[in-house]
Structure formats: C-alpha cells, structure tokens
C-alpha cells in the first residue's frame, strides 16, 4: 500500500503515530518512580494491599462479558451465512473493528491478572508486567476507535502498533527507568481518542461513543492522583486508587454497547440468528 493510496485521515494518523514515535527515541528521559507508594495498604487475612487488589475485579468481569459476546457474534454470524450469503442480506460484520474489541476485552482480563500481581508486593518487575496487560487493552481500543473514526483497514496496524510500542515502553521503563515512551503510549494513545472523538463516523461505524471513554478514564485518573486524600476522606473506608480501578473499568462499557449494537443489527438483517444464544 503507497502514500499515495491513503485517505486524509490515514495519512493524519500515520503522522501522529510517527511523532510518537520519533519522540520517544530522542525525547528527554523521564525518570520513573521506582516505589510506589497506595494509600491504602491494609490487609485482609492474608491478603496484602486487599483493596487494590481486589478492586480489579470488575476488569476481569468486563473481559470475560464482552468475549462471550464476542464470541455470540461469531456464532451468530456464521449460522447467518449459512442460511443467507453477506451479499443477500446487505449486511457485512464489522470484522477489523470485533478483531480489535477480542484484543481489549483479553486485555481487560490481563489488566486484572497484571494489576493485582503488582498490588500483592509491588516492585519494579510487577509493575512491568501490569502495564503490559495494560499495553494489550490500550491497543485494543485504539484499533476500535480507530476503526470507527478513521477507517476500517487502519484499525488493526493502530492496534499492533500501539501494542508493539506499549509493550517495548514497559520494557524500557523497567530496563532503563525512563518513563517518557510509557507516557507517549498512555496519554498520547488518550490524546488520539479526544482527537477522533471530534471526527465523523465512518461508513459503516456501529457508534462507539468514544465520550463515555474518554469520561470514564479521565475520571480515574483524577481518583488516581488524589489517592491519598479520598483515603483520608473517606476515613480509611476506600481509597483514591482502588477507585481508579472500578471507574476504569467503566471505560469498557461503551464498547460492551457498541457490541451489542452490532448484535441487533446481526438480528435484524439474519433473523436465523436469533436461536444462537450467548
């Protein structure tokens, strides 16, 4: 495929995505906090840090709900072309926009598994391993939108090349203590999302309502920084950062809603599907 071939919007996102990159080989390093410190450090029985641990939960949930979707719409859609080919129907799945929605939702389950694996005993090699479940999540809904607000073929090369450069981030982060290519990957992955929020669907989006996103992360973030001062608001009850963890998992919601909108479409255009159940 040449220059030559890409819409306006392909190019802008091959642009930025070249900007992210150049800036995280030749940008100043940021030094990375190699201890962190929760608010909340209290145990239950055995379990260390119990709050921030099992505040993970709802990533999981969400995770295995939106697969088994995923996995209905498979289903679905292939009992629909065995009684009526695409082409008779005038409907045609979404594929490069599910492949990118099977990534988040693995993502979410390894977001849980990372995340409460760094809580236990945090350290430099736990957090690596969170953000690398983070990294597969990050991808996944970066190829989503990307699909939805940019172009169906560009959605799957923004996943693996978020995905790619989040996991090299976390490696380097580790390895060398800079922060500057994990933070390139987080908020300029959350920069691109505001940016298409702003743009037209494409022919063919199903409606992820990238606001709700959007919403829902900056929401966490702001738990994140005040963990400390809920903690002691909240006396002792809950802190900022485990409510992080529950509102981030609210992020995947709308994406939960775009699969269902996809899933009464399937219904609508190949009622056979109806007797496949989730």
Not at 209 to 230: M, P, S, T
Request: hydrophobic share 55%; net charge neutral; proline share 4%.
């Amino acid at each position: 495929m040449s220059l030559s071939s890409l819409s306006n919007r392909e190019r802008y996102l091959l642009s930025l995505f070249a900007v992210l990159l150049l800036a995280a080989v030749v940008g100043p390093a940021i030094p990375s906090s190699r201890s962190a410190t929760f608010a909340d450090e209290q145990a239950w029985g055995a379990l260390p840090n119990a709050m921030d641990v099992l505040s993970n939960l709802p990533f999981a949930a969400i995770g295995i709900w939106g697969l088994r979707w995923l996995r209905w719409l498979d289903r679905a859609h292939e009992e629909a072309l065995d009684a009526a080919p695409a082409q008779q129907t005038g409907w045609h799945m979404p594929v490069n926009a599910l492949d990118c929605a099977w990534m988040f939702f693995a993502g979410l389950i390894l977001t849980a598994l990372g995340s409460a694996f760094y809580h236990l005993q945090p350290d430099s090699v736990r957090l690596a391993a969170d953000r690398a479940g983070m990294a597969v999540a990050f991808a996944g809904v970066v190829g989503f939108a990307t699909c939805e607000r940019v172009s169906a073929r560009a959605g799957w090369p923004a996943a693996w090349f978020t995905l790619i450069g989040g996991l090299l981030a976390a490696a380097v982060c580790h390895e060398t203590g800079n922060a500057l290519p994990w933070a390139l990957v987080q908020f300029g992955g959350m920069a691109l999302i505001v940016l298409l929020s702003f743009a037209r669907p494409t022919s063919g989006a199903v409606g992820l309502r990238l606001g709700w996103v959007i919403f829902f992360y900056a929401l966490a973030k702001l738990f994140e920084l005040a963990d400390h001062a809920i903690f002691e608001a909240t006396h002792h009850l809950i802190s900022g950062h485990s409510l992080k963890h529950l509102t981030a998992a609210l992020a995947a919601l709308p994406v939960l809603h775009a699969l269902q909108t996809i899933g009464r479409q399937t219904l609508r255009h190949n009622p056979g599907a109806v007797t496949v159940t989730a």
